[in-house]
């Protein structure tokens, strides 16, 4: 689960770690008081959506007056944000971050993240800040420094001294970085973070540290512990249709082609969305029901993809393990009946109580295609696509 | 033969009583498994499915030998449980609960070191050895005792490879699932490695998804020290970048880890890849034949 800049910095903020004086607003007026609050003559205004790239996209702007920060925040707010990292139709803007702007020295960059192989929280570091850590790895693998933390005994001070003279945070920059170090291994740690990353971490007047930008995403399977991060979420961040899927239980993903898939299991899925993309069809979701799934289960699975103004078939594949053929195929009668869907249903079962299902289906009458295995059902769901057209 | 699990495994399920673990305990049964009882902290002293329960592993190990444990609990208690069974000295620990919280999967691991225990999942089907012992929520009948192994990340896909390959007449020594979570037990290496001591197995299907590098690294062990054939496959080669793609390891996170350079990888390294997931069947008998 992702959060905004200004939530992340809030809560970085109540761990001890320094971040600038700032706080959202979501007009241009309140965006003016905060400004006048803050005080000093020279603010920053950046759009708060998650997706990262705002800068080049226009939603990251310099104030010299709190007349420019009012005239910034008006021209953000309510517009929609094109950066790199979101579609061509941009992200709807609806605050933005009132920031008293730094004076930066030096940028640096630090993130927290599970290294899968070391199965272990990972502390990432480099001299070059500012800079997608991606590319400072691909082209001078000698700046990232990566120190990985024992769970048993935590983040120790020797381990952020070593990190911070090898990117040159020595002298009385040290012990503030092995401070704002530990702080931030502290909150990742104790919120069940998946990921953490200061970026840019600079030295600012005074030769002060400070988390200039920053951003956080947490475990979706462990926020339930946590209420404060629970709250952070937003949901207009988030494709309404995977939404609502998962309020029925159900993984869906949107996304670009005409086949609707229903399937259990992750790997079948992708397997499925594989073997149509062979047959030169194109999946337009991903979507995954799970175990013990119900004919309601099913039937919304069917509303939620037939949602996609692109579907132009459906293509079922269950094979079921702690799933019951019998409960699918009543599903799939379900839906059938009660949503007019007048695309074709092309339907593989497998598994647990076959027959059953099977018998089901057959004895409705409907006019769903029956497939017999992977192979017949993406070929029969691709080719039912190519006859409309 | 197989590896892991046999029917000398003295089986329990921790979580016993409850709903999910009652049903997949009583096919577990059907299917010849030696469940000598279970785990509901409790709930010890009583009897469930005609096996005692126990309040605790240790006394599971203590007065019933228990040896291996599926652990049935729900996900945000499961990390728990997994670390009682590796203290009360289980060897085998068999992770179904799907949507553990990945730092509690670092304690875990953590934890484990210097333990003789194997850990398989979390959010596994399970492990099978075909009607000997079965400790999961595969559909057992689709399993047939024979000489090949499998390990998959995805339960139903594995699923899929196993209704192939017995429709092909290529029973399996034992199919194991090691979980879709990005922090997880036993890897492919792990899993490779015994099957390769393993007598009674003839070649291995390893069936891997997007995300991370287990499967290439699995490739590169295998080039090294493997003297049986290995078919892969990876699932996800439609799978957009960024993307959680259900399990929460199958996300394309830098090139090298989409399926088309995966599946690259573990051919240039001698492995018998499957591009079309419908053909894992057919390429088994073309790799025994090769």
């Known amino acids: 689960m992702n959060i905004h800049e200004y939530q992340t910095k809030e809560l970085l903020r109540s761990y001890g770690v320094p971040v600038p004086d700032g706080r959202v607003a979501d007009s241009d007026a309140s965006a003016g008081i905060i400004a006048e609050e803050i005080g000093g003559d020279r603010w920053v205004v950046k759009a708060q959506i998650h997706a990262g790239g705002r800068g080049k996209g226009g939603g990251v702007q310099l104030a010299d007056s709190v007349e420019d920060v009012r005239k910034h925040a008006d021209h953000i707010i309510g517009s929609r944000l094109i950066t790199p990292q979101t579609s061509s139709a941009g992200k709807l803007v609806q605050r933005v971050l009132v920031e008293s702007a730094q004076d930066i020295k030096q940028e640096f960059y630090l993130g927290l993240i599970i290294d899968r192989i070391k199965q272990r929280i990972t502390i990432i570091a480099s001299a070059s800040g500012g800079m997608e850590i991606e590319e400072v790895a691909k082209t001078d693998p000698d700046k990232v420094v990566r120190e990985a933390v024992d769970p048993a005994i935590g983040l120790p001070e020797f381990q952020c001294r070593k990190i911070a003279a090898r990117i040159g945070l020595t002298g009385p920059l040290m012990p503030q970085a092995v401070k704002l170090m530990r702080s931030l291994y502290r909150c990742f740690r104790d919120k069940d973070a998946l990921m953490a990353e200061i970026n840019p971490l600079a030295i600012v007047d005074g030769d002060k540290l400070l988390a200039v930008d920053a951003k956080m995403s947490f475990d979706g399977n462990a926020v339930h512990r946590y209420p404060e991060i629970t709250n952070y979420r937003d949901f207009d961040e988030e494709d309404p249709k995977e939404v609502e899927a998962t309020g029925h239980g159900l993984n869906y993903i949107a996304l670009d082609g005409n086949v609707g898939c229903i399937v259990n299991g992750a790997g079948l899925a992708m397997a499925t969305m594989d073997a149509i993309t062979l047959h030169n069809g194109s999946p337009a979701n991903f979507l995954d029901v799970g175990g013990g799934a119900s004919p309601e289960k099913i039937a919304n699975a069917f509303r939620i993809v037939r949602k996609d103004p692109n579907v132009k078939a459906i293509l079922l594949n269950i094979f079921a393990g702690i799933n019951r053929c019998d409960w699918v195929a009543e599903g799939v009668v379900q839906a059938m009946q009660k949503q007019a869907i007048s695309e074709p249903v092309i339907v593989r079962l497998s598994g647990t109580n076959y027959e059953l299902g099977q018998e089901i289906l057959n004895k409705s009458g409907l006019p769903f295609i029956n497939a017999t295995d992977l192979d017949d059902a993406a070929r029969k769901a691709v080719d039912a696509v190519n006859s409309l057209s | ?290």
């Open chain 2, 1 to 290: 033969m197989s590896v892991f699990i046999n029917k000398d495994s003295r089986v329990i399920y921790q979580g016993f009583t409850g709903q999910h673990a009652t049903f997949h305990a009583e096919e577990a049964i059907k299917h010849g498994t030696n469940i000598v009882g279970g785990v509901t902290p409790g709930k010890g002293g009583t009897t469930h499915l005609d096996r005692p329960v126990f309040d605790t592993v240790s006394d599971a190990v203590r007065e019933a030998g228990a040896n291996v444990s599926g652990i049935f609990v729900p996900p945000q208690f499961a990390a728990d449980a997994i670390l009682e069974a590796i203290e009360a000295g289980i060897k085998t620990i068999i992770v179904i609960a799907d949507g553990i919280p990945v730092q509690d999967m670092v304690r875990v691991k953590r934890y484990v070191i210097g333990h003789e225990t194997i850990i398989f999942g979390p959010n596994t089907a399970g492990v099978i050895t075909p009607e000997e012992c079965k400790v999961g929520i595969m559909p057992a009948n689709i399993y047939k005792p024979g000489r090949i192994g499998v390990v998959s990340r995805s339960g139903t896909l594995n699923y899929e490879a196993v209704a192939q390959m017995t429709a092909r007449g290529h029973g399996q020594s034992t199919s194991v699932g090691i979980g879709g979570d990005p922090i997880n037990g036993a890897n492919f290496v792990n899993v490779l490695s015994a099957f390769n001591d393993d007598p009674d197995t003839d070649a291995v299907v390893l069936i891997g998804e997007i995300g991370g590098q287990q499967e290439v690294d699995a490739a590169e062990w295998a080039k090294e020290n493997m003297d049986k054939p290995v078919i892969g496959f990876i699932a996800g080669v439609s799978a957009p970048p960024g993307r959680r793609m259900g399990h929460a390891g199958a996300i394309i996170s830098a090139k090298a880890d989409t399926a088309v350079a995966k599946m690259d990888a573990m051919e240039e390294l001698g492995v018998h890849v499957v591009r079309n997931p419908a053909d894992i069947g057919e390429t088994v008998d073309r790799a025994l034949k090769g």
